[in-house]
């Protein structure tokens, strides 16, 4: 089922097959994004409160499914599971498992060998996490809260990120996108930078 919702001029269409609410009445994506930050919440509390340790983030396969489901699973029927379908961002969705795969081996290399300091791994594992984009939706802000949960993992503090970064009328949304792009040709250090600061909003 879509719907079409009108928010600050902007026209938008999402796709609501899925949503645990009830689907009798018509919510507004800013409710809906209301419900998903309520959610997340516990999720943030969860891992952010004070320093997880690696029974509770042990940045296996499963658990970075967990994470999602943690976050988006009072909202959506879908979260923590992997998409079947192709999307505009992403790789295509046979090849998610093994890239989940590879970057959960990644990690623990990079860790044992030291190869990058520790905000570069927390934006390698972002940028990796969104690249390979496992989810329907989510996947911004599952991929922020795992470079979070890791920096704080590593005594560093999370990075503030404006979590309206996916409304299009947030200033530091092209930069991020810039970063990311950046990073998707080897050059890490404007989403590293990104990465070790806080924003103003
Ligand atoms: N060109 C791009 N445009 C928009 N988002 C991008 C782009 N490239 C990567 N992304 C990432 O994808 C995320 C949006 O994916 P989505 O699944 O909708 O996540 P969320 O619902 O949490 O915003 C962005 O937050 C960003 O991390
Ligand atoms: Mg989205």
Not at 7 to 25: E, F, P
Not at 63 to 77: A, C, K, N, S, T
Not at 142 to 160: S, V
Request: aromatic share 12%; net charge positive; no cysteine.
């Amino acid at each position: 089922m879509k719907y079409k919702t009108k928010i600050k001029d902007a026209t938008y269409s999402d796709d609501i097959s899925g949503l645990l609410l009830d689907t009798s009445r018509q919510y507004t994506l800013q409710e809906i994004y209301i419900y998903e930050a309520k959610n997340i919440t516990k999720a943030t509390l969860k891992y952010l409160s004070a320093k997880p340790d690696k029974k509770l983030a042990p940045f296996d396969y499963e658990w970075l499914l967990q994470l999602h489901y943690e976050m988006f699973g009072d909202v959506w029927q879908w979260a923590g599971k992997l998409r079947k379908v192709e999307l505009s961002i992403g790789i295509k969705a046979y090849m998610i498992p093994i890239e989940l795969k590879k970057l959960v081996d990644d990690l623990r290399y990079w860790q044992e060998h030291k190869t990058f300091g520790i905000i570069e791994i927390a934006s390698r594992i972002h940028h990796r996490a969104v690249q390979i984009h496992p989810f329907k939706n989510g996947n911004g802000r599952w991929a922020r809260m795992l470079a979070n949960i890791y920096l704080k993992q590593n005594g560093l503090a999370p990075t503030k990120w404006n979590e309206n970064l996916l409304s299009k009328e947030n200033p530091h949304r092209d930069k991020y996108i810039l970063a990311l792009k950046k990073a998707d040709n080897g050059d890490y250090s404007k989403l590293v930078k990104m990465q070790s600061n806080s924003f103003k909003s």
